[in-house]
Structures are given as C-alpha cells and as structure tokens.
C-alpha cells in the first residue's frame, strides 16, 4: 500500500492539535526554549497516534519508514517528531548498520531532551545490540563536541548492557573519559547506564562505582536461574515396550477388513441366474406333443385294415367304408372288386 507522506503528516497533526492543550505547549515552548514547534498534546497521544499509524501500513518498509521519520523531523513540531521516534522504535528490527548516519543526523539536531533520549535508548541501542560492530561508532560520538551525541552514546549502551555479557568491558572504554564532563544530563546518562548494567555485570558496575565515587544506587543482581535437571537416561527396555503395542494395533483392524470382504460374496449370489432355472423346469413337461403320435395310429390302422381283409368279405368292407364317411375311403376299396371281376 503507497504512503502519502503529505497526506500522512497532516492527518497526524490534526489529531495531535486536537488533543492538545494550549497552556501546556506554552509551558513546554518556555521550558525547552527551542524553536520548535508545541501543540501540547500529552505523551501517551502521541504514542497512540504512532501505533495507528504503523498498524495502517503493516508492509512499510526500512526505506520507506525512514524517508517519513525524515519528513516528520522536518516539521520542527515536537509532537511530529515524538510520533516518528515512536515508529522507529516500533520498527527497530528493520534498521541496518547503514542507517547509522541517518540516526547520527537526527541525533545531533535540536529537540526536547526526552525524544533525542529514546531515539538514542530505543532505536540506536537496538541496533548496537543487533551489530557489536557499531560499538565503536559509540566510542566515537562519545567523542563528539555535541552535548547530544555524547549523552547518545551512554543512552545507547543500556540495551547492550542488559543482554551481552561482554558489553561492559566496551561501555568501560567509551564512559571513563566522559567521568570529568560537565554536562549534567551526560552524567545522569552515564548513572542511567550503570543501573541497566548492574543486573548482569553487578560486580564489574559496583567495582566501577566505587573507583570513581559515584553516587548512584545500583539494583541487585539478578537471580540466577538454577540448571536444568539433567535429563533421565533412556531405558533400554523401554523402547520394545512401546513398539510392541503399536503393532498390535493393525491385528485389531483385521476382522473389519474381513467383515468388509464377505459383503461382497453375499452379493455375488444374485438370484437372478434361478430365474431361468425355473423357465426350464416349467418347460420341461410338453404335454402337446405326445398327443400327435396318437391321432397317426389312426391313419395307419385303415390301410392295415384293408390289407387284412379277405377277398371274401366285400360286404364287411363296404359296410366297414360307409361307416368311414370319407370319399377317398371308399374309392380304395373298389379297385380291388374290379380285378377279381
């Protein structure tokens, strides 16, 4: 999604101006004497304004991120530049060793102390904690004839401090020779780093202290977690122990799988095939065909009846072939009359 960086900074000052307060941007304007701009918003406005603002455009990316804190630091108002030290903070894991001179930039500018503080606690010491590279670009502002660059260099040593265990031996070399600076706010830096190491490095911090007489109070150590217990050596026969049951798993399944099979064999039965069975039984007794052979031994019987007759009895054959009532029948008989003749 592409930023309007106008549009943006507008929409960001309205909202501020509108939770501001008169009276308290007069009290800031005369209490920084800077030539920046008040618009008497509190603190956790701000913040809030910043988080909204990172949660619109979650794929900002480094460069774009940078080149809008840029934008916003160019306004010269207070709040403005509070909310883009805000984001940086938020997006401290995008910046790179290459941003260095771009924070060194907005670092040695003028601007209320609280924000030039967390730009350099926030943003610059994350970065350092992320590169141990960069400690000494810290050295090397620690140097610096700005008051903001050198009291940056002790604020960004905190979060190294807090996590590294060879950071003190670093932060030694680049604060004893700011010990005799007159600067107040650089020697409550310098306090500030003491107590977010002693934690970690309680005895090298209070060794420090006491060589030079410093007047700070140091937290306790802290606790140091007890070791984990060691972990039970693997019982051998453990193991089989555990492959077994796993196999007897499957055995289980088994008469579902044959439940399943026996299904199908029930199915292959179809009762369909009896059909034609019983079509054949039913055309097994042909009761129609027996009855031709027995209206043949009629048609045979006549002529065997005049072959057996004798020559002698005419008048048994003539009665015999009027009762027949066929014309054909009685035309056989006279053939043989008229031989004897």
């Known amino acids: 999604m592409s930023m309007n960086f106008g549009r943006e900074q507008s929409l960001l000052r309205q909202r501020l101006q509108a939770k501001g307060n008169p009276a308290a941007a007069a009290e800031q304007q005369q209490r920084h004497g800077t030539s920046q701009t008040f618009l008497g918003a509190p603190d956790a406005e701000i913040a809030a304004a910043a988080g909204d603002l990172a949660a619109a455009f979650p794929a900002m990316g480094r460069a ?54 967390r730009l350099a606690a926030d943003v610059l010491g994350a970065l350092v904690s992320r590169h141990k590279k960069l400690w000494k670009d810290l050295r090397r502002l620690a140097g610096s004839d700005k008051d903001g660059l050198r009291r940056a260099a002790l604020r960004a040593a905190r979060l190294p401090l807090a996590g590294d265990d060879e950071a003190f031996a670093r932060f030694r070399e680049l604060a004893e020779p700011l010990l005799a600076h007159a600067d107040p706010l650089c020697q409550q830096a310098l306090d500030e780093a003491l107590q977010a190491a002693a934690p970690r490095h309680h005895a090298a911090a209070t060794a420090f202290v006491q060589q030079f007489a410093r007047s700070v109070v140091l937290p306790p150590p802290a606790p140091i977690a007890p070791p984990p217990p060691p972990a039970p050596a693997p019982a051998a026969p453990a193991t089989p122990a555990v492959t077994k049951p796993a196999k007897a798993a499957p055995a289980a399944s ?84 008229a031989k004897s003749r």
């Open 254 to 337: 088994e008469p579902k799988v044959a439940a399943t099979k026996t299904e199908p064999v029930a199915k292959k039965a179809p009762t369909t095939k009896q059909e034609p069975t019983a079509k054949k039984a039913s055309k097994a007794p042909i009761a129609k065909k027996p009855a031709k052979p027995s209206q043949t031994p009629a048609k045979v019987g006549k002529p065997a009846a005049t072959k057996k007759a004798p020559a002698g009895k005419k008048a048994a054959g003539k009665a015999g072939s009027g009762k027949a009532g066929s014309g054909k029948a009685a035309a056989k008989p006279k053939r043989p009359t």
């Open 64 to 117: 774009q991120m940078t080149a809008f804190v840029r934008t916003l630091w160019k306004s010269k108002i207070h709040e403005l530049r509070a909310a883009g030290v805000h984001l940086l903070a938020m997006r401290a894991s995008l910046l790179e060793p290459a941003d260095l001179p771009f924070l060194e930039d907005l670092l040695g500018d003028e601007a209320a102390d609280a924000v030039l503080g």
